[in-house]
């Protein structure tokens, strides 16, 4: 683990996804930005905490009132070279899911690695 500003390359993006993929916009407007911004050539790492990590659950459809899922979007992240995806621990225990059973390969990490991201990273946004 790395918690050195120095390694940290100029430009990287933390996005982080704090709601789940119905009831709100923010997940939808967070994987949005993701995706601009690796369009123009930031390094982008998403990072799913509390609600957001309910995004990853596989077979999901759109919400309630015909809110558009999030599943095609998520599945775009790699024609977008979006490929670090993590999630929080104590979320995924929470909702008794399991890392291998969500929709993306992502890494599960602990509190004290949450607590170095935001300095690895020269750009944070929370959605």
Known sequence: ???????CIEG????ILRHGPHGSSWLREGLDAALVAAAF?????LLFMGEGVTA????????????KGTAPTLE??????????LVEAA?????????????LPARAV??????????????????
């Open 1 to 7: 683990m790395v918690n050195d500003k120095a390694q």
């Open 12 to 15: 990287d993006l933390l996005v």
């Open 41 to 45: 050539g930031r390094r982008v790492t």
């Open 56 to 67: 990853l659950v596989p077979g999901q459809n759109s919400g309630p009132l015909g809110q």
């Open 76 to 85: 775009m992240l790699e024609m977008y070279d979006i490929n670090t995806l």
């Open 91 to 103: 979320a995924l225990a929470r909702f008794g899911l399991r890392g291998d059973g969500l929709m």
């Open 110 to 127: 602990g509190s004290l690695e949450l607590s170095m991201l935001a300095s690895r990273h020269a750009l944070v946004l929370t959605f």
